[in-house]
């Protein structure tokens, strides 16, 4: 009989709210070892604040978070060496040089892995004295990421960590965090707001939306069973359909087009705007190829 692995992080019936502010309300999902799962949303979602819920530093109203089956506001010791955490604006120890703030962190883990840190560190090409205070934003990023990476830590928890890395820096730390998962024992929860780079990094993705209201799947069945249709805007320019039971969102587009988002078959969708009045094309209704930046704004909407 197979043993079931304890899931890395299990939210059960989270809710949360700001003062009136509903954030989340009954949020449920799973992160399984060895996947990379992307946390996506707009600004507000409160992927920051489940994060925040996630690592004990804030208490949910109600339900529950647990992290390698330890409740998230009373972590052990030994569960928070297993994760490696960056928020989004982190702040670095600015007053020590890049050799002295490997040294400090190092005392802390005991599988702390040196030459990760310096493989990274070393492509700044600056000298171990240089304080990391006189550094650019994104030099700090590189730093801060190194030390992440020197944790080796058996889940990283990234909170954008694309703040102030250039598209080849970014691209080098995606080549890292996929090296980093290859033996299938490491686990990785992100969030970014530059969603093409997910597109070939994440297995899985976690959509949140205002109110708690959440879509977990694997990103090719995501990529396969969400579509969009573009259709010429009717001619007074104004009224479009309407997203019911088959038809998940609809968008104006640039120019005489709108698009319509379904995970419904084509020809459901075809009725369903039939339905409501709009003319097919002459050429019958066609899905149009999407990247997941696309499949993102075609789900959560534009604005």
Request: aromatic residues 12%.
């Amino acid at each position: 009989m197979a043993i079931q692995e304890t899931p890395v992080i299990e939210v059960r019936n989270l809710t949360h709210f700001y003062g009136q502010r509903r954030i989340y309300e009954d949020l449920n999902f799973l992160v399984e070892p060895g996947r990379i799962f992307g946390l996506l949303g707009k600004n507000g979602v409160g992927k920051t604040t489940l994060i925040k819920l996630l690592m004990g530093f804030l208490r949910p109203v109600s339900g529950t978070c647990q992290v390698y089956g330890d409740t998230s506001h009373a972590l052990s010791p030994a569960t928070r060496r297993r994760v490696g955490l960056l928020f989004e604006g982190h702040l670095a120890h600015d007053y020590l040089t890049i050799a002295q703030a490997e040294a400090f962190q190092s005392r802390w883990y005991p599988k702390w892995r040196r030459d990760r840190y310096y493989d990274l560190v070393d492509r700044l090409a600056l000298p171990y004295s240089h304080k990391i205070k006189n550094m650019s934003e994104g030099q700090r990023s590189q730093v801060v990421l190194g030390l992440l990476m020197a944790q080796d830590p058996d889940l990283l928890i990234l909170d954008d960590y694309t703040m102030g890395l250039d598209a080849g820096y970014r691209r080098l730390f995606l080549d890292y965090l996929t090296d980093f998962v290859r033996d299938g024992q490491k686990t990785v929860f992100v969030t970014s707001h530059v969603v093409q780079d997910l597109e070939q990094l994440v297995d899985d993705v976690i959509f949140l939306q205002r109110g708690g209201t959440v879509l977990q799947t694997g990103l090719s069945a995501f990529m396969k069973d969400f579509c969009q249709y573009r259709l010429p805007c009717p001619p007074d320019q104004t009224a479009l359909p309407t997203p019911d039971a088959v038809i998940h969102n609809v968008e104006r587009e640039a120019g005489q087009y709108f698009s319509v988002y379904s995970f419904h078959p084509q020809d459901a969708v075809a009725s369903a705007l039939q339905q409501q009045g709009f003319a097919l094309p002459e050429t019958g209704l066609k899905a149009v190829p999407m990247s997941l930046e696309d499949a993102f704004i075609g789900f959560t909407g534009k604005y």
